[in-house]
């Protein structure tokens, strides 16, 4: 995982739960959801997370993707206990790397690699 500038770095969080316990069917998952903005921007500096970057709901496969910039997982892990998201959801936390640097750094690479 590069860094960025600032220390931070993206991460993808990705939230599954059943449809059973989807905030379209379920009271106590809707209140939850309800919630989930206000709760996430209030604790981001509690949990040394930069900002959210963006919140996607894909509402038929009961699943969400939000993208972080932070520090490290374990405080986005932390701040998914502490807001209740993981109270229904199975949560995955992945290291994103943006496209554009990825490329420069293989660029960088091949072009050492052919003056040596």
Known sequence: MMA???GYFLFSVTAVHSPESCPLNNNDSKQI?????SKIKKNLKTFDIKRLVEFYVSVL???WTLIF????????EKLCIEI????YNT???VPL???DIVIKKLRTEQKQ????
């Open 33 to 37: 959801f309800l919630h989930l903005d």
């Open 113 to 116: 690699a052919l003056e040596s």
């Open 61 to 63: 496969e009961h699943q």
């Open 4 to 6: 960025q500038d600032s």
């Open 84 to 87: 209740g998201m993981s109270k």
């Open 97 to 99: 790397n943006r496209f």
């Open 91 to 93: 949560i995955k936390i």
């Open 69 to 76: 910039e932070a520090k490290n997982a374990h405080d986005i």
